[in-house]
């Protein structure tokens, strides 16, 4: 067994493990470090409910070896919310708009809403829905995600406008 | 869907890439977006021994424009196509079929060198370099040699590559300014390979066509250039006659499989429907 010794920085922190060159990225972060917000749906490459943000891409951490993301600046879900627990925009948006039943995809939707108001601060109905078009949701019928997308993108906008003025 | 165990490499230089796929032979492959590599490693259907990254390999990465020529290395991802301001400009069909693959985290990491050098018949951009009459920049132990995108494929997952040997980048020459373009392609949802699809580029002067190319994707085992087709439209004022017969010459050389994107004659007709879109949209397009 070839194992590979890996560092990377996960939610501002810097971690360290010993793995198997073959062990996926989601393996890793679930397993060897605790952070269960990213959800294995598929394994496929297909649903999204892994993705996590890594050197400011959004990706599939079902579709990557941590090997890869040596030396990698990667955030969860569980870096989103403040360190008092106070929600970040998008977890309220979530809330506020019911932009979950079940709750499995949200982690993912969550994460690539992250990159996508990055992106692009504030996207047309047809953007969000293009832009979180490699994220599935079984329950929500999406017409809620898109609201909580365009909550958080109001919200965030808002926070940029006061702290410009 | 645990892939089988390998030993991980990250080289820093092209060099160094070619030395370790020398030594390791067909035992080595590389992993450049490991979008399409992973999943067939999942399923063992790869079961690489030793897997060279190329993320850290410098001077693979980017578009540039060299007088009529434009060079795109091989490392370059989806999204950095659909960004490139030298794209937009020169050749916006890349950007357009760039925009039909896949999902944003797919593009995200693939790249065009693993998108092209695959030989997946399913992937888009070869038929689109076939349509851009592309050149591929290949590098082995004996040195660097060039092979046409028109030539290096010769059946699913076998192409002109040879052991020991990487994709460096694509070049080929800028369609000429004010040509018509599209890319259509016919799938089932979003993230979906073509049922069919076709790349079109051609030019008009005084309303007849001077110059015309038609590729086509996922309708047989190697992406086909549509040679025939391509020509029957040149000398023309792409009359309804004339798209006819072309698209009747591009259905001609289809050899689709009847699979899950439905049975053969429906596909090879479905590469027609998206020839005609794709000509008849270059032809509104072209100045
Ligand atoms: C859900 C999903 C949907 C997709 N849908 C589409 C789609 O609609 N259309 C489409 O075109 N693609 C699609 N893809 C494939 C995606 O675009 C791939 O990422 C891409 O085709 C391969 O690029 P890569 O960089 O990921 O290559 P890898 O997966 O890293 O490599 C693929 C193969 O090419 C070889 N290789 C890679 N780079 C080089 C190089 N420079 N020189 C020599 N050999 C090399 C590797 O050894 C490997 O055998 C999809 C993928 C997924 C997961
Ligand atoms: S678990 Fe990664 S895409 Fe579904
Ligand atoms: S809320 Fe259940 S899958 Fe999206």
């Not at chain 1, 990159?115 to 969000?128: A, C």
């Amino acid at each position: 067994m070839n194992k590979k010794h890996v560092k990377m920085t996960v939610n501002g922190k810097t971690v360290e493990g010993d793995v198997e060159a073959r062990t996926l990225l989601i393996h890793f972060l679930r397993e060897d470090l605790g952070l269960t917000g990213p959800h294995i749906g598929c394994e496929t490459s297909h649903c999204g409910a892994c993705t996590v943000d890594l050197d400011g891409r959004s990706v599939k951490s079902c579709t990557l070896f941590a090997v890869q993301a040596e030396n990698a600046d990667i955030t969860t879900v569980e870096g989103m919310a403040a360190a008092d627990g106070t929600l970040h925009a998008i977890q309220e948006g979530f809330m506020q708009e019911h932009g979950l039943q079940c709750g499995f995809c949200t982690p993912g939707m969550i994460m690539r809403t992250h990159r996508l108001l990055q992106e692009n601060p504030n996207p047309t109905d047809e953007e969000i829905r293009w832009g979180i078009s490699g994220n599935l949701c079984r329950c929500t019928g999406y017409q809620n995600i898109v609201k909580a997308v365009r909550y958080a993108a109001n919200k965030l906008n808002d926070t940029t406008r006061e702290a410009a003025e | 869907m645990i892939p089988g165990d390998f030993e991980y490499h990250r080289p820093n230089s092209i060099g160094e890439v070619v030395s370790l796929l020398s030594t390791h032979g067909d035992e080595a492959r590389v992993i450049a977006g490991g979008h399409s590599l992973i999943p067939m490693m999942k399923l063992r259907l790869a079961a690489p021994e030793h897997l060279v990254d190329l993320q850290d390999v410098a001077g693979l990465v980017g578009v540039s424009e060299d007088g009529g020529a434009i060079t795109i290395g091989a490392m370059t991802t989806q999204t950095e196509l659909i960004a490139s301001k030298v794209l937009a400009e020169n050749c916006p069909i890349i950007r357009e079929a760039a925009l039909l693959i896949a999902d944003p985290q797919v593009r995200y990491c693939g790249t065009l060198g693993g998108n092209v050098a695959n030989g997946d018949p399913g992937n888009d951009m070869p038929a689109l370099m076939q349509c851009l009459g592309a050149t591929y920049l290949l590098q082995g132990p004996d040195g660097t040699r060039e092979v046409d995108a028109r030539d290096y494929y010769e059946a699913a997952y076998f192409t002109e590559l040879k052991d020991g040997e990487l994709l460096t980048g694509v070049r080929f020459e800028k369609p000429v300014v004010g040509h018509g373009y599209a890319y259509k392609k016919l799938k089932r949802k979003v993230g979906d390979y073509a049922t069919a699809a076709a790349a079109v580029i051609l030019s008009m002067n005084g309303g007849s066509c001077v110059s015309a190319s038609i590729a086509l994707t996922n309708v047989g085992d190697t992406p086909l250039y549509a040679q025939a087709a391509s020509d029957a439209l040149v000398g023309t004022a792409l009359d309804a006659a004339t798209i006819d017969q072309a698209v009747a010459l591009a259905e001609s050389i289809t050899e689709p499989a009847s699979d899950g994107r439905g049975p053969a004659e429906y596909r090879t007709k479905m590469a027609g429907v998206m020839t005609r879109r794709a000509i008849e949209e270059a032809k509104e397009r072209a100045q």
